[in-house]
Every structure is written in C-alpha cells, then in structure tokens.
C-alpha cells in the first residue's frame, strides 16, 4: 500500500458514492495538509480532499490532530517505550508543538457532521497544546516512569527507532512522521472541538497506558 494507491482507492470509493445515490459523506482528514507538502501522508489527505469538495457529493471533512484513546497508538507507544527502557530519545528539541483530541470525541463530532447538510471543514482538536518536552514529562509522570529523556539529532531517533521495530515487527516511526510532528502539523489554529482533556485521561488510565504495544502494522493487515 502507497499513499498514491489510498489516493487512488478514495477517489474510486467517492465515484461509486456518486453512482449509488449516496447523499452525504464524512472523511476523516487531518490537520494543516497541502497539495504542496514535503510529506505524503499530508499531500495525500489534501488530495482527497479536493476531490471530495469537487464531487456531487455532500461533505464534511474532519481534521484530527493526534488521536488518543484505548487503541491510540502514539501515546500508548510513547508510554510503552517509557515503561519499558532506561533511555527515551526525543527528536531535536522537543519544543515543536502538539495537540491531541480523544478518539470519542472525534466520533462525536464526525456523528454530529453526518447529520447536517453543510458543506464544512473542521479541525477536530482537543483542549489542551503541549511541546512535544511537556508530552513526555507528562507521560513520564502519570505512569510513572524513571525513563532517562536525551535530545538527540532526529537521524539517531530514527535509528534507535527502526531497532526496536525490529524487536516488536513494526514500524514504530518513520522519517516523514518525525519531520511533520517537528514541523508543527499536528496543531490547530482553530478553536478546540473536543472536550476531554489528555492529562485528566492519563490520570485515568495511568495502569493500562503503555502496558502493551500496539503494532499499526498488524492492526492494519490482520
């Protein structure tokens, strides 16, 4: 799977919407993407996009940021990876910023958007904006974790990285994630639209955060 084949299946799926009389649709997008960008994954989603907005159909398109929750693979990955080595390794400075929006209540906005006829284009954003540094200071705490943090150039980050994907057969992050996430993509302008609050669901969920990886390999393929 290549993000130009996702782009293509989209545009597939979209035309047979089309045919099948199919009214309304809701496309879960995500944050700051641009025909124009350096990473596919972001190019991608804009494509789609465009070819949503230029369709007969309907549309709402909804733009997450980083999702969390039960099956939320960043944060539970983040925490898994503090749990379980003395060294966790942040990319650069740490200072780029991220916001994270709770997977429910990105499935209450996309519920609430199919039931408008409104052509719309929303960020779906939780309350909370943290530096990458505060993310992992806050995991660290809410698990309790003793995980030494290091800065490191992100070329090592990635190297450390593809190691351990080795030992849980994954890709645990590639090189374009690394460079959106420090390129400020995975923030909003816009006002927030969810409402749950990441450090009130760690608080929460301290006991069950991190203690088993997900693979978005197998979660995808199986």
Known sequence: MTFDRAVGNSKTLITAAEEAGISRIVHISITNPSENS????????????????????SYAIVRPTVI??????????????????PIFTVFGSGEY?????????????????GHKDNNTVNDAVGPEVYTFNELIRLITQKIGSRARIVHVKPGLALFVARLI????????????????LMSNLLVSESPPTGQTRLSEWLEQN???????????LQRHYR
């Open 38 to 57: 350096p990473f596919p994954y972001f190019r991608g989603k804009a494509l789609i996009e465009k070819a949503i907005i230029h369709s007969k159909l």
């Open 68 to 85: 969390f929750g039960a099956e939320g693979v960043l944060i539970n990955n983040i925490a898994w990876l503090l749990r379980r080595f």
């Open 97 to 113: 910023r991220i916001q994270p929006v709770f997977a429910e209540d990105v499935a209450e906005i996309a519920v609430s958007l």
């Open 165 to 180: 994907g080795y030992v849980v057969k994954d890709v645990v992050i590639t090189k374009d994630e690394i460079q959106g």
């Open 206 to 216: 301290a006991d069950r955060v991190g203690a088993s990886y997900i693979s978005d």
